[in-house]
């Protein structure tokens, strides 16, 4: 990919804190391959990460996303890569995601990772996968670490402050501000199969936003003036998933407005340093599945434009006149 790399700044920098040193920790006795087996299980029937964090999510929770690091450690060449495995690996694994993985977050565990990996006996290379919520009553994540984790050191860590006081354990999972309510699971209708990266959220973004906060009238006037976007039907929540270098737009079946909202990205203007052209590339609309394919042009401006909202197809149908500006 040609832009690759060159945006390789902001949230995903923190995936880059390395950490040495000695640990002072002593590990218990691992798990036996029938307890491990049996831990896989129980989680196994919690379902997809996807499905698990939707059981989680706060009902007041605007948006949702999931990282499947075990996912993206299989597509990178180091499945089995834990925190046993020598730093420099997993430094260089690291490196790689920097510009080969859309993750939307940096990791929970990223900013504690030199404490941890004295202290604590795990590391965020120990972390399954990842899931974060955002909303009016506070953010929120849950973490799901991989069976054969002694869970007594996430306990102890805890307890030791370098998690949340609050955080509370369940299984292997570990929980901040999260609630089973299941008001998401409909959400969780959207995605097929566990892909590497889910962004869901309810509700569309208004026009204004999602132009990004650097547009001008003459922006929005120039994508108005081919698009009607006033003709496009309501969108009421919608999921992008990612895997690679391809993304799916998620919108639900029986729409009929998918080929006009894929076409939206072809005439998308660039109003800020990064932004839709920099993050993507073609887009094919699939109204059979409800859902628009799109190719990732750089994972960084993927990642960002993403979380900010700045997606064509997720745009509200009503439109709300800009302010000329005053020059004053």
């Known amino acids: 990919m040609g832009m690759r790399g060159v945006l390789g700044v902001g949230l995903v ?34 379902g997809t990460p996807v499905d698990t964090a939707l059981t989680l999510a706060p009902p007041t929770a605007d948006t949702v996303t999931v990282t499947d690091w075990d996912a993206i450690r299989a597509r990178l060449d180091v499945p089995d890569m834990t925190s046993e495995d020598p730093i420099t690996d997993r430094n260089a694994f690291w490196e790689r995601v920097r510009t080969e993985a859309v993750t939307l977050t940096a990791g929970e565990l990223s900013a504690q990772a030199s404490r941890l990996e004295l202290d604590a006996g795990f590391t965020r290379d120990d972390v399954d996968w990842e899931a974060h919520w955002t909303g009016p ?8 670490m991989r069976p054969d984790l002694d869970m007594s050191l996430v306990e102890q860590a805890t307890r030791d402050g370098l998690l ?27 995605v097929e199969g566990e892909p590497e990266a889910t962004y869901l959220r309810r ?9 990004g906060p650097d547009a001008t009238v003459e922006d929005q ?44 990205g072809d005439d998308w203007p660039r ?12 887009s094919t609309a699939n109204p059979g599945a409800g859902s628009i394919e799109l190719t990732v042009r750089n994972e960084v401006a993927a990642t960002g434009v993403t979380l900010n909202g700045e997606l064509p197809f997720a745009v509200c149908n009503e439109v709300t006149p800009m302010e000329e500006p005053t020059g004053l």
Do not use: M
């Open 203 to 211: 509700g569309c973004s208004p026009l204004r936003d999602a132009l």
């Open 164 to 190: 949340p006081q609050d955080a509370r354990i369940d299984g292997r999972l570990v929980i901040a501000n999260g609630a089973r309510s299941g008001e998401w699971a409909e959400a969780g209708e959207l």
């Open 221 to 264: 006037d120039a994508l108005l003036a081919k698009h009607d976007i006033a003709a496009l039907d309501a969108l009421r929540q919608y999921a992008v998933t990612f895997a690679g270098d391809t993304a799916t737009a998620h919108l639900g079946q029986g729409r009929d407005d998918l080929q006009a909202r894929a076409a939206l």
């Open 137 to 144: 009553d506070g953010p929120g994540w849950v973490l799901g």
């Open 13 to 46: 920098g923190a995936l880059l804190s390395g950490c040495a040193g000695t640990a002072t920790y002593e590990r218990d006795a691992a798990p036996t391959s029938a307890e491990a087996s049996a831990d896989r299980q129980q989680t196994d029937a919690e």
């Open 271 to 282: 109003t800020g340093p990064i932004g839709w052209p920099d993050a993507f590339g073609d």
